[in-house]
């Protein structure tokens, strides 16, 4: 029976304002929180290497591109690649997981769905494991129950299937993630390429999107818009040992040395001039052959490509983002 007088559980906003809450303790900063995150691509681009690192990054507590990774227990649902597949992508990446705890789709018995089971099973996990950090599925749609015809339409299936989920991971402070698919065609804003209905969306406490967005960069752009930090962009590309990189702001990597000392003497986020930005140059890169008339060229170049930014005449700043 539900109870009538239950409001009464909840919390006067005086009392919530007296009450001490500790900070959020990110599992990856600035990327992944605790709660219920999302990494989507396009098939094939490289998801499952990834969040091969980022199991094994968390396990170790060290960086997935270049951000600190909360150490702690790893639960990894590969239900895309079997045994043989990982084994070999762990020796192609140079790692040797020891405590992440895989489980694989010939598991007995089956692995259950969403609603069916699944997050009662993450649970367990959770309470019999100490420091709990990261659940990792790959791919969602294998542990999407659907419910159609006129039972619920396409958003009221993906919150059926995701609300339990995203309650779980607040209630104990991990964060679990799903692996899931872009669509073929483009659109304006790059989070609405994420397969499915705005369902998914609207139950994720952090959006990664891999996207290759060939205007800017032939490199691959991450762009993630956590809830609790600011919107990250950076191009990321695929070492040779299939360990994704961070490459920097969007056509970083294709800037000249000189366009890169720029940027990197505008990365503390200060106003400059011209002639600032010139003696900081020739002050710190002696070694080069810069003028002051190339150097201002490049000034421009840059403000050009979206770089820097012209703030008032003769002022320039780095973007903020």
């Not at 995701?162 to 304006?188: S, W």
């Not at 994720?204 to 060939?214: A, E, K, L």
Request: charged letters at 30%; hydrophobic letters at 35%; glycine letters at 6%.
């Amino acid at each position: 029976k539900t109870d009538p007088g239950a409001w009464r559980k909840g919390i006067l906003a005086k009392d919530l304002e007296q009450e001490e809450l500790k900070p959020i303790e990110w599992v990856v900063d600035g990327l992944i929180a605790p709660g219920l995150n999302l990494i989507a691509g396009k098939s094939k681009i490289g998801k499952s290497w990834l969040v091969l690192w980022l199991a094994y990054a968390v396990e170790q507590g060290l960086e997935l591109l270049g951000f600190k990774c909360t150490k702690g227990s790893v639960l990894h649902y590969s239900l895309e690649d079997g045994k043989s597949r990982t084994k070999n992508r762990w020796k192609v990446m140079g790692i040797k997981p020891q405590e992440a705890n895989y489980q694989f789709r010939d598991r007995q018995p089956k692995i259950p769905l969403l609603t069916m089971g699944l997050e009662e099973e993450i649970e367990d996990w959770i309470i019999n494991t100490p420091n709990a950090k990261l659940v990792i599925i790959d791919v969602y749609v294998k542990v999407k129950k659907t419910l159609g015809g006129y039972k619920l339409n396409a958003y009221e299936n993906d919150n059926h299937n995701l609300q339990d989920l995203q309650t779980l991971a607040t209630k104990y402070e991990i964060a679990i993630v799903l692996v899931h698919h872009l669509k073929k065609l483009k659109a304006t804003d790059v989070f609405d390429e994420i397969t499915g209905s705005a369902g998914i969306q609207s139950n994720m406490d952090s959006m990664i999107v891999i996207s290759s967005d060939r205007k800017k960069t032939k490199n691959p752009v991450l762009k993630c818009i956590p809830k609790d930090a600011e919107e990250q962009e950076f191009e990321i590309s695929l070492n040779q040992k299939c360990i994704w990189e961070n490459l920097g702001k969007p056509g970083l990597a294709a800037l000249t040395n000189i366009q890169k000392a720029i940027t990197l003497t505008m990365n503390d986020d200060k106003e400059r001039t011209p002639m600032q930005i010139i003696i900081h140059i020739q002050e710190h890169y002696s070694d080069e052959d810069w003028g002051d008339e190339h150097i201002r060229k490049e000034i421009t170049r840059l403000v050009e490509k979206s770089c820097l930014m012209k703030t008032k005449r003769g002022h320039y700043k780095q973007l903020p983002f």
